[in-house]
């Protein structure tokens, strides 16, 4: 019902672009949203979005990271500018039964199987 694609290996100051395609019942619902896990570390969020005024980003990644959101074609991605080795991390996608885009991630009812981003310095 989600699937995550774009993940791959760069170097330190590239560029990847994330896409999540979710089925059209799901899409509508609400907040669409970027989660990554790192080895030995908690899963965080990243982005989320809900509609063009209403995005959410950890504070790490902002003036870096872009999320946004096509509802034509039910896909959500996430522009990544300006990498970091510590963003190095599997990249989840998730969608929220409406406008919570928080970083609980209790509050999202289904995730996608995610994609590897590598940073190398």
């Known amino acids: 019902q989600l699937q995550a694609s774009g993940g791959g290996l760069v170097q330190a100051g590239g560029s990847l672009r994330l896409s999540c395609v979710a089925s059209?019942?799901?899409?509508?619902?609400?907040?669409m949203a970027w989660f990554r896990q790192a080895p030995g570390k908690q899963r965080e969020l990243v982005a989320a979005?809900?509609?063009?005024?209403?995005?959410n980003y950890v504070d790490s990644v902002k003036g870096r990271f872009t999320i946004s959101r096509d509802n034509a074609e039910n896909t959500v991605y996430l522009q990544m500018n300006s990498l970091k080795p510590e963003d190095t991390a599997v990249y989840l996608c998730?969608?929220?039964?409406?406008?919570?885009?928080?970083?609980?991630?209790?509050?999202?009812?289904?995730w996608g199987q995610g994609t590897q981003v590598t940073v190398s310095s």
């Open positions: 059209g019942s799901i899409f509508s619902l609400g907040t």
């Open positions: 998730a969608v929220a039964a409406g406008p919570y885009s928080g970083s609980d991630s209790g509050g999202y009812h289904t």
């Open positions: 979005i809900y509609n063009v005024g209403n995005t």
